[in-house]
C-alpha cells in the first residue's frame, strides 16, 4: 500500500518560514521523481518545485529563491523549506510522486497560510 504523507503545514506570518516534510511508503523512493504543487481556493493546482531521482531539482517562477526542496533517500522523505513566505503562497500543499511508466501517487495535502 502507497502512502504519502505530508506534515509540517500551518498558520504563519509574512515573512516567516515553514518546512514541509513528505513521508513516502510502500514505493521504491529512490528512484521516483517527487515533487511539491499547491492548491489556492478557486485556482487549479500548480506545480512548486520537483527534485527527479538524479536530484536535479526545478521552481517555479513565483518561488524561486525563497523555496528550497530536498530528499533524503534514507529516510524516503522529501522536504520543501519555505522561506520569505507571503499571503499569496497560502494554499494546500500536496506531494507526488512519479515515474514514467508507473503510477502517479499523491499524497492528502497540508495546509499552508500566511497572514499577519
Known amino acids: 500500500q502507497v502512502q504519502l504523507v505530508e506534515s509540517g503545514g500551518g498558520l504563519v506570518q509574512p515573512g516567516g518560514s515553514l518546512r514541509l516534510s513528505c513521508a513516502a511508503s510502500?514505493?521504491?523512493?529512490?528512484?521516483?521523481?517527487m515533487g511539491w504543487y499547491r492548491q489556492a481556493p478557486g485556482k487549479e493546482r500548480e506545480l512548486v518545485a520537483s527534485?527527479?531521482?538524479?536530484?536535479?531539482?526545478r521552481y517555479a517562477e513565483s518561488v524561486k529563491g525563497r523555496f528550497t526542496i530536498s530528499r533524503d533517500n534514507a529516510k524516503n522523505t522529501v522536504y520543501l523549506q519555505m522561506n520569505s513566505l507571503k499571503p499569496e503562497d497560502t494554499a494546500v500543499y500536496y506531494c507526488?510522486?512519479?515515474?514514467?511508466?508507473?503510477?502517479?501517487?499523491w499524497g492528502q495535502g497540508t495546509q499552508v497560510t500566511v497572514s499577519s
Open positions: 527534485i527527479s531521482s538524479g536530484r536535479n531539482t
Open positions: 510502500g514505493i521504491v523512493f529512490s528512484i521516483r521523481d
Open positions: 507526488k510522486s512519479e515515474r514514467s511508466g508507473r503510477p502517479t501517487y
